[in-house]
């Protein structure tokens, strides 16, 4: 019923840069929060940005400063622009989005993408 498709990843130099975008399709009424994931090998998955469908945004502390999270609530989309990336910044990185479908407008139910992997080497 819905998909998530992120696209972006790749292998960047430590200090590089790199934007991430998550698409969401489907039968979708609306969207809630949308936010961006991480798994490091052999690490729990960890929480990196949120975005509300207002606009309002979480980070981790470890990436304060550096990510910037963004939506376009029209095109079902959330992006995000990592700068200063940092070894420790590699990861498989998974988009999450809270989604109420046609078909049940009145629940969110969490949908995740497949997951793109970035990679900060020298």
């Known amino acids: 019923q819905v998909q998530l498709v992120e696209s972006g990843g790749g292998l960047v130099q430590p200090g590089g840069s790199l934007r991430l975008s998550c698409a969401a399709s489907?039968?979708?009424?609306?969207?809630?929060?949308m936010g961006w994931y991480r798994q490091a090998p052999g690490k729990q998955r960890e929480l990196v940005a949120l975005?509300?469908?207002?606009?309002?945004?979480t980070y981790a502390d470890s990436v304060k400063g550096r990510f910037t999270i963004s939506r376009d609530n029209a095109k079902n989309t959330v992006d995000l622009l990592m700068n200063s990336l940092k070894p420790e910044d590699t990861a498989a990185y998974y988009c999450?989005?809270?989604?109420?479908?046609?078909?049940?407008?009145?629940?969110?139910?969490?949908?995740w993408g497949q997951g793109t992997q970035v990679t900060v080497s020298s």
């Open positions: 999450k989005s809270q989604v109420a479908t046609m078909r049940r407008p009145s629940v969110f139910l969490d949908y």
């Open positions: 489907g039968s979708i009424f609306s969207i809630n929060v």
């Open positions: 975005i509300t469908s207002g606009g309002s945004t």
